[in-house]
């Protein structure tokens, strides 16, 4: 009977050790595996994305009370999208302007001085009477001035020409020291030159031009008896051409119009002198021929 009381109790608990052991199991929520969250994955994980990044929230700004309502910086001017990539420009810019050196540039190369470009004679400067050869050589450059002896009825006469290679530029000067070729003896402007005299003279000139110059009639040697001789003035009776400036004499060669009669030339000879308001000289249209100054 003991035997059958102890068996009784242990039965009883066996049964309430069960039953409270299924209401645990009721009452206590099933767990997931760890096991099979930790599984391996083959696959490694992808890194989030530029593009799914957002920004934060700005934080709210504090209004200031010490200024007015259209200073205050609204939330959108605050954040604000980030421009787009500025593209490369295609066309050429400007190089910047360099700061000012100290350093001195080095001077550009200075064209070498011409020849004076003037046409005019003056019984000064390089035409004075104490002039030179080398004067005109340091004037008008050497390569424009040529020495050489001309020969004068037998007679040679050391002169200087000025632009020998170009008619239209082509001056003489005769000097009174050959050998050194010093001292202005006389200056001969004939041929095609250009250059002009003092007074305003110059080759082409009618004898009407030439009297409104001199402001008078002047008196004119005739003719040769020679087919293209000149006559020359003789005289300037007074006249404004009488006296130049700077001490020289002028002497003017008068060639008569090629079409002019030969009677006609010769009825005006060399050894007698016209006043050039002659009807009979005017009529065979003289015109200046060749142009002397001398000292």
């Not at 010490?66 to 999208?81: C, I, K, T």
């Not at 003279?201 to 040697?221: D, I, Q, W, Y």
């Not at 060399?270 to 015109?287: I, K, M, W």
């Amino acid at each position: 009977m003991h035997r059958r009381l102890i068996e009784a109790v242990l039965m009883a608990g066996f049964v309430l050790g069960t039953a409270g052991l299924g209401f645990a199991q009721q009452a206590t929520p099933t767990q997931p595996s760890i096991i099979e969250n930790e599984a391996p994955s083959s696959t490694p994980p992808a890194k989030a994305s530029r593009a799914g990044r957002t920004q934060s929230a700005a934080p709210a700004l504090e209004h200031d009370p010490s200024l007015d309502a259209e200073d205050q910086l609204a939330p959108s001017q605050v954040a604000q999208p980030m421009p787009a990539a500025v593209p490369t420009p295609t066309t050429r810019t400007r190089p910047a302007k360099h700061a000012a050196s100290d350093t001195p540039t080095a001077p550009r190369d200075r064209k070498q001085p011409r020849a004076p470009s003037f046409r005019a004679v003056e019984c000064s400067g390089p035409f004075a009477k104490d002039s030179s050869n080398l004067k005109l050589a340091m004037l008008f450059d050497s390569k424009n001035v040529t020495f050489t002896d001309l020969d004068l009825n037998g007679t040679k006469v050391g002169t200087s020409i000025l632009f020998p290679k170009d008619p239209k530029r082509r001056l003489e000067i005769w000097w009174s020291n050959p050998t050194a070729r010093s001292g202005t003896h006389l200056i001969v402007i004939n041929g095609q030159s250009t250059w002009s005299a003092p007074g305003g003279m110059r080759l082409g000139l009618s004898l009407a031009e030439l009297e409104k110059l001199n402001h008078k009639p002047f008196t004119v040697k005739g003719f040769g008896k020679d087919k293209g001789d000149a006559a020359a003035v003789s005289s300037w009776a007074g006249g404004a051409l009488a006296t130049l400036p700077g001490g020289c004499k002028s002497g003017v060669s008068l060639q008569a119009d090629p079409k002019a009669p030969a009677d006609a030339m010769a009825a005006l000879a060399a050894d007698h002198e016209y006043s050039s308001s002659d009807p009979a000289l005017r009529a065979l249209n003289p015109t200046v021929s060749e142009i002397l100054l001398g000292y």
